[in-house]
């Protein structure tokens, strides 16, 4: 495997960085959800990449949408007195991000564009203290979800796509590191000691090696000497190399899906809105997950291990459209129910039968659970992985009393399930069934 990032494997006191524990509140927490949230969500179109399309690639049909819908010559610093945050209620966000099941949520403190999300005192003019909202937006998040009792996740760039700095530094080919310096070490360390978040997650790390981000040395402080050091999770994109190798869980790449268990904690990243992170005021409901989808998505994640992390981009103003919180809500329903099969849950010797990706299994303590996404047509359920007993005993989460079931005659269980009304529609998506005495 790469070792470029060679820091990260011998950190301080000669253990390395990648051989502390994780806190166990990661792994528990199992749904979080992710906000993209910032300058970019002033033109709302294309992507929350939209000033890279713009001034970076110079996309023709970027450059076509600033100059039908914007005065000439505007830049994309003439975005960010648009950022109002006017109507950005962080207790409303609480309330619907702990409705939605969610036990953690990260925001994005400063994307690629550069635009803080606080008021960092690095970042003159380009912070939401002195533009747009006039308000500390990480903070303002921040308070409310601690009141919510939801862990606060901190998304962070490491790269500005336009930071003269930046460029200087790439220039030299990151031999100089006046940017990390001067910019990204100060603003993470504001952050940690500012806001005391649960969570780190970096990103924008591509470009650059370990020995340039000097996140070794962030990373060692985090761990050993920062008012967070016992409960703080990170993830993989530190450097250019360590995504999927080094960190505190694995992202890997953005909507990451394993085919086998893998060995370290991961987290899958998905958006509601399939082609963007950033809010797009043209979506169409075409191109967003339905609530089957994204509860097969935190199944199948969970099965295999992971975290599940649902992003939702808000406008502009502050408001997370109702499209996306009846997505949310749908899941927290689904939760509701069968929440049990999910939070503090393990996977289990087998993630899924082997003759259909319909049903994944996970358990906790000696219970096994079977989440099956489509309801057989003869209301007969054939598992054939567990080993039954004579002490088997089988119940639906959100049913009332035991569900009869008989050995199958090869292997595994048949298990007669409640019997459903006849509907012309399909009915929601994914039930479990608890398995108590089973092998």
């Known amino acids: 495997r790469p070792r470029a990032c060679s820091g990260c494997t011998g950190g301080p006191g000669g253990e390395g960085l990648d051989a502390r524990p994780l806190p166990a509140w990661f792994d528990q927490a199992k749904v979080g959800v992710f906000v993209h949230w910032g300058v970019f969500s002033v033109p709302a179109w294309g992507s929350e990449w939209f000033w890279w399309h713009w001034r970076g690639e110079h996309r023709p049909d970027y450059e076509r949408f600033v100059q039908h819908r914007f005065p000439p010559d505007t830049t994309y610093a003439d975005f960010a007195p648009h950022f109002t945050a006017h109507d950005f209620q962080p207790r409303e966000w609480a309330q619907l991000f702990r409705r939605a ?4 949520v990260v925001l994005t403190t400063k994307h690629h564009e550069g635009f803080t999300n606080w008021g960092s005192s690095v970042s003159w003019n380009w912070n939401s203290l002195d533009m747009g ?3 500390d937006l990480v903070g303002e998040l921040g308070q409310a979800l601690r009141e919510s009792n939801i862990r606060y996740g901190l998304y962070h760039s490491l790269l500005e796509w336009f930071n003269p700095l930046y460029l200087a530094d790439k220039e030299s080919d990151f031999k100089t590191q006046n940017f990390v310096l001067k910019k990204t070490m100060p603003e993470l360390y504001d952050l940690v000691l500012k806001y005391k978040p649960d969570l780190i997650w970096s990103d924008g790390d591509w470009e650059a090696p370990e020995s340039y981000w000097n996140s070794t040395s962030f990373l060692a402080w985090l761990y050993n000497d920062s008012p967070v050091k ?6 993989d994109r530190w450097c250019n190399n360590c995504s999927c190798h080094h960190g505190g869980f694995y992202n890997c790449a953005d909507k990451y899906k394993p085919g086998t268990l893998p060995t370290h904690k991961w987290e899958m990243c998905s958006s509601i809105d399939k082609l963007s992170w950033g809010y797009r005021s043209n979506m169409d409901i075409a191109e ?7 509860i097969e998505e935190l199944v199948q994640t969970v099965s295999f291990g992971g975290n599940y992390l649902l992003n939702v981009g808000p406008t502009k103003e ?3 459209v109702p499209i996306f919180q009846e997505r949310l809500l749908a899941l927290g329903r689904w939760l509701d129910t069968n929440g049990e099969a999910i939070y503090e849950s393990k996977p289990w010797r087998v993630q899924m039968e082997n003759s259909t990706d319909t049903v994944w299994y996970t358990s906790k303590g000696p219970a096994v659970y079977a989440i ?8 007969v359920l054939k598992l054939s992985s567990p080993t039954s007993s004579p002490a088997t005993q089988v119940t639906m989460l959100g049913f009332a009393g035991t569900l009869k079931w008989q050995k199958s005659p090869g292997k595994g269980l048949l298990i007669t399930l409640p019997y459903m009304l006849p509907s012309p529609l399909p009915p929601q998506s994914g039930w479990t069934v608890k398995l108590e005495g089973v092998e």
């Open 288 to 294: 967003l997950m339905d609530e089957a989808s994204i």
């Open 230 to 235: 016992d409960t703080v999770v990170v993830n």
């Open 372 to 379: 099956f996404l489509i309801w057989p047509q003869d209301n």
């Open 101 to 104: 099941g969610a036990r953690y």
């Open 318 to 320: 502050g408001v997370i």
């Open 133 to 135: 909202p006039h308000r």
